[in-house]
């Protein structure tokens, strides 16, 4: 009789994944597919060493295994690299350390023109200080401010206006000698750099890398024949919005309004692009397109005008070709560089450090000025130039760190939530969060819609006249409340430039019909008293040290939201599972408020807002804050 050669069906368990699952499984099914073959597993014998090594490998290789799908999921993912590619994916770019934001206040004197009462400033000594110009911080010289625009102390408007004033005076006489001349300009801290690259051979989406980490911005890029190239979101995207000045120049028409609107947004077509991505240490590559002749892009979208012309009569259907689905859309994404260079003029720096307190912005670092000399004393036109100072009468804000791993995941997830525009409050919030970060930082944000404040007269009551007020909701508008950081980590309100920029920046992404209004949350400060029974066994002075530990860590700030209730009970309990704690008989939260004391000043009834042992806020958006955690936590030891 022929042996039957069919294979034995064997059973294979696959739930086994460690080595122990493995170990035992293996055991297992040498036991009952070859009892007679082997039957030796003591701990020492070869057979159990074969056994084992196969165990090893499996648990490594399914530890492998389950790490590659694992960072393939973005809740999930622990390598840097990976969030970062997989968040990029979504349509999110990783924000770098953010720069501070400031209104400089810029003095120069020129000398008087005329005598008596016709006497002026001469603006022939008027200076220009160039956009670029640098100041320092006194308290840290590393903090560097850079000028986002020109300093054209000659000329005077509604949207930048120069406050003239007296300097000096002859002696007996009160002849003003020098006028002082002040301007404001925004300003950015961060240093300014430049990268040149060399093209050859045109490759297709090629790609090159700026060295330095925390790129805030690229300011611009020219190649060697002076010609511009534009960053845009992503290649796919053909026109860019560029700002010129508004001069007859450019249009005769619009340039009587360059008082209130001095520069103008153009659209424009071109082929010369680039796409920027944040790499995982925090460098930047700069990608191309894939086109190599001159115009790579002209013939690709075809004009709507053309749509059906060519169809014959009675046909009810589009030719794909110029399906209008299809003009956004082009083949080559841009020109290639070649037989070139280019050169990257860009920002770097940013960080909390760079939150600096009011009156601390001092120093001329390094400024470059302009001024017809034709003509002019050499001597004024020195005496000008030694004569500029500067100052912040605002603290700078906005600067914050890199993203973490954690903020990365939930931004890029609500980024791509969102899908570009700004509908519920939720997306306003991250749309916040999201902001570049060469416009600032807002650091705490809070939105609810807005309300119309209508007084109502009640009946009269305990002899006093009582009035009502009534809150009607606007529906096309919201109120966006803020908050920022200084250097040491202390709340406090953004600075107009960064709200002016935030309000353009939601402006790309609302809705036509809603309204947004930038508004200022009001900051409580508090302090925290308490009592604490140690265990008998414990020392006392370090069962307290690590209760004052513990509230630090409750009221860190990072933790806290606007309109976030303080839940006592829930600080209670984390001082009862302190290490060596046996009883909290008092806790006690009072209000900070004396300016005197650096405190906000907003007096707030703590004890009025306390329900069920929660502290909520005030109706006005309101955010808790222990501002001096050393000085603010007071602890006392009992028994």
């Known amino acids: 009789m022929a042996e039957n050669t069919q294979p034995l069906s064997k059973e294979v368990k696959y739930l086994g994944k460690d080595f122990a699952s493995l170990r035992g499984n293996l055991i297992d099914f040498a036991r009952i597919y070859f009892p007679n073959s082997y039957n030796d597993f003591n701990e020492s014998s070869p057979g159990m060493m074969f056994i084992e090594m196969a165990a090893y490998v499996g648990d490594v290789l399914n530890y492998y295994i389950d790490n590659a799908v694992r960072e393939n999921l973005l809740l ?17 770019k990783p924000k770098v350390t953010s720069p501070a934001k ?27 200080i160039n956009q670029g110009s640098e100041f320092a911080s006194t308290s840290n010289p590393a903090v560097t401010f850079i000028t986002d625009v020109d300093v054209n102390f000659s000329v005077s408007s509604s949207v930048d206006t120069t406050d003239v004033s007296v300097y000096s005076v002859e002696e007996g006489t009160s002849q003003p000698l020098f006028y002082l001349l002040k301007k404001e300009v925004q300003a950015t801290a961060a240093t300014l750099k430049t990268q040149v690259f060399s093209f050859g051979t045109p490759e297709k989406f090629g790609t090159v890398k700026i060295p330095d ?21 992503f290649l796919g995207q053909e026109t860019v919005f560029e ?25 424009k077509k071109s082929a010369r692009r680039f796409t920027t991505r944040i790499n995982s240490d925090n460098t930047t590559n700069i990608e191309f397109g894939g086109g190599i002749s001159n115009d790579p892009d002209a013939f690709l979208i075809p004009s709507p ?16 070709n110029v399906d209008p689905s299809n003009f956004m859309y082009t083949r080559t994404y841009g020109q290639v560089p070649s037989n070139t260079t280019l050169t990257f003029t860009y920002l770097v720096g940013g960080g909390l450090e760079t939150n600096v307190a009011s009156n601390d912005i001092t120093t001329v670092k390094a400024i470059s000025t302009t001024i017809d000399d034709f003509g002019k004393d050499v001597t004024k036109i020195a005496t000008a130039r030694a004569s500029v100072v500067v100052n912040n009468e605002q603290p700078a804000t ?41 416009l ?31 809150r009607i909701s606007n529906p096309l508008a919201m109120n966006l409340y803020t908050l920022g950081y200084t250097g040491d980590k202390k709340l406090v309100s953004v600075n107009q430039a960064i709200k002016t920029n935030l309000k353009n920046y939601l402006g790309q992404f609302r809705m036509l019909t809603d309204a947004i209004n930038i508004k200022d949350a009001f900051i409580i400060n508090i302090g925290v008293n308490f009592d604490v029974v140690p265990v008998p066994t414990e020392n006392a002075n370090v069962v307290l040290l690590r209760c004052i530990e513990t509230v630090k860590q409750f009221f860190n700030i990072d933790k806290w939201q606007i309109n976030q209730p303080i839940l006592v009970a829930d600080l209670q309990r984390d ?47 309101s955010i808790f804050e222990v501002k001096f955690p050393n000085t603010d936590i007071q602890g006392r030891v009992v028994t």
């Open 305 to 320: 005008d053309n749509v059906g012309s060519t169809l014959p009569e009675g046909l009810n259907s589009v030719d794909t």
């Open 213 to 233: 980490t925390n790129v805030i911005r690229i300011i611009k890029c020219l190649d060697s024949d002076n010609n511009k190239w534009y960053e845009v979101p």
């Open 575 to 621: 001082l009862f599972l302190t290490e060596g704690v046996s009883n909290i008989p008092t806790l006690e939260i009072i209000n900070k408020y004396d300016t005197d004391l650096n405190y906000s000043g907003n007096v707030y009834n703590i004890q009025e807002a306390t329900r069920d042992n929660i502290v909520y806020p005030s109706l006005d958006p």
């Open 243 to 267: 700002e010129v000045e508004n001069t007859a120049k450019f249009d005769t028409e619009l340039a009587q309004y360059n008082d209130t609107a001095p520069y103008i947004l153009r659209l």
């Open 76 to 92: 999930h993912a622990k390598q840097r690299k990976n969030v970062y590619e997989i968040a990029e994916s979504l349509g999110y």
């Open 102 to 128: 400031v209104k400089l206040q810029v003095y120069q004197t020129v000398p008087v023109k005329d005598t008596g009462i016709n006497s002026k400033p001469d603006y022939d000594y008027a200076l220009t």
């Open 398 to 438: 906005g600067g914050g760190n890199a993203e973490s791993l954690d903020e990365i995941k939930q931004n890029a997830l609500a980024n791509f939530a969102a899908q570009g525009r700004v509908v519920t409050k939720e997306d306003f919030i991250i749309r916040t969060y999201s902001m570049p970060p060469r």
């Open 440 to 470: 600032g930082a807002v650091m705490k944000a809070y939105i609810v819609q807005d309300e119309q404040l209508n007084e109502s007269e009640v009946k009269q009551k305990k002899e006093n006249d009582e009035k009502i007020i009534n």
